[in-house]
């Protein structure tokens, strides 16, 4: 989560956040910004509500059913994440790509990592660039190969 470059104050948007893991680790270092975490999964979104339920208490942090496609953000976020959300790369994304640019405030950014078993493959890649491309984000990408890491970055124009 070191790459997000939060300061504490932002309002982060976690999409597939399954049952919370990467939620404990964003909110460790948001001090007074907001955590909303949205999964397709019911049951997963309640373990991760009931995981963090000291957030949810201390209005920090909030956990919904829905799927990104249909997500309408009520205030903008600065950042969002998603962790092997697998939707990015396994078609053209478009419903969910205008959701985030639709999401995020100008300037804001997501953060798409994908970790696989194997060498990352570089026209999957490039398929999430020209996805996140199309709804106007700029995006760069940080990769690793041991663990075979990357991260897709994207920024809206302001």
């Known amino acids: 989560m070191d790459g ?14 399954g049952t919370g893991a990467g939620a404990a680790l964003v909110l460790d270092r948001l001090e007074t910004g907001f955590l909303l975490c949205i ?11 009931a995981r963090h339920v000291g957030a949810v208490a201390a209005g920090r942090a909030a956990f919904e059913v829905s799927p990104l496609a249909d997500f309408e953000a009520v205030s903008p976020f600065d950042v969002a994440l998603a962790i092997n959300v697998n939707v990015f ?14 999401a995020l405030r100008p300037h804001g950014a997501v953060h798409l990592v994908f970790e696989t078993p194997g060498a990352l ?7 999430v660039a020209a996805n996140l491309g199309r709804h106007g984000f700029a995006t ?14 994207g920024r809206l124009a302001a």
Do not use: M
Not at 6 to 16: D, K, N, Q, Y
Not at 89 to 102: D, M, P, Q, Y
Not at 121 to 127: I, K, V, Y
């Open 140 to 153: 760069t990408l940080l990769r690793s190969d041991s663990p075979a890491l990357a991260t897709v970055i």
């Open 89 to 102: 790369w396994t078609g053209e994304a478009e419903r969910e790509c205008a959701a985030l640019a639709a």
């Open 121 to 127: 493959d570089d026209a999957l890649l490039e398929r």
């Open 39 to 49: 999964d397709r999964s019911a049951g997963a979104v309640a373990k991760a509500a």
């Open 4 to 17: 997000l470059d939060l300061a504490g104050h932002e309002r982060v948007l976690e999409i597939g956040g």
